[in-house]
Antibody, heavy 119, light 109 residues
Framework: QLQLQESGSGLVKPSQTLSLTCAVS??????????WSWIRQPPGKGLEWIGY???????YYNPSLKSRVTISVDRSKNQFSLKLSSVTAADTAVYYC???????????WGQGTLVTVSS | DIQLTQSPSFLSASVGDRVTITCRAS??????LAWYQQKPGKAPKLLIY???TLQSGVPSRFSGSGSGTEFTLTISSLQPEDFATYYC???????????FGQGTKLEIK
């Protein structure tokens, strides 16, 4: 059974960089046909797709966040990571990692981790 | 950008009721639509993909239909565990862009 687990700092100061990692177990992050994504949800609000990295290493980002986002993969550790720079209070959210199946839907999700941007 | 609009945003229903949630896309998206269920404090769970295909392990009381710009999620007979928030989601193929609807909160009457 595939499992995803987010980790990283839960509190980030304004203007700094948010860094999260998603550890994948029960399957290989290098498996063809899948992409690995980050999605966030501000408290009490809806879901926003941040971006994804394809198994080949290609990345695609939400245009609204593109200038601040980097998603990378560490195949040796079977994990992928998110960096979001120049954060503000508007970036406070629960951040989820998820697997994209066939480029269409998110079939496995991590439990989510709350990141608060505050001084 | 393609926008998804769900209706209603809030829905009050009773155990045993049949409920339908609608998701409208601002332009045609073929059948590239999925539905998720989210309970408080939990990650979303995939229910339906490709507009009408039931995800493995999801009860058959859930069904999806539609194509183009209008889609529906139907729960045939509400169970207590179905009270949650439901989201639709679409993929715009190029450039790759995933969009979610604003959500429909299903509450117990």
């Amino acid at each position: 059974q595939l499992q995803l687990q987010e980790s990283g700092s839960g509190l980030v100061k304004p203007s700094q960089t948010l860094s999260l990692t998603c550890a994948v177990s029960g399957g290989s992050i290098s498996s063809g046909g899948y992409s690995w994504s980050w999605i966030r949800q501000p408290p009490g609000k809806g879901l926003e797709w941040i971006g994804y990295i394809y198994h080949s290493g290609s990345t695609y980002y939400n245009p609204s966040l593109k200038s601040r986002v980097t998603i990378s993969v560490d195949r040796s550790k079977n994990q992928f990571s998110l960096k979001l720079s120049s954060v503000t209070a508007a970036d406070t959210a629960v951040y989820y990692c998820a697997r994209i199946r066939g480029r269409s839907d998110f079939d496995y999700w991590g439990q989510g981790t709350l990141v608060t941007v505050s001084s | 950008d393609i926008q998804l609009t769900q209706s209603p945003s809030f829905l009050s229903a009773s155990v045993g009721d049949r409920v339908t949630i609608t998701c409208r896309a601002s332009q045609g998206i073929s059948s590239y639509l999925a539905w998720y269920q989210q309970k408080p404090g939990k990650a979303p769970k995939l229910l339906i993909y490709a507009a009408s295909t039931l995800q493995s392990g999801v009860p058959s009381r859930f069904s999806g239909s539609g194509s183009g710009t209008e889609f529906t999620l139907t729960i045939s007979s509400l169970q207590p565990e179905d009270f949650a928030t439901y989201y639709c989601q679409q993929l715009n193929s190029y450039p790759p862009m995933y969009t979610f609807g604003q959500g429909t909160k299903l509450e117990i009457k």
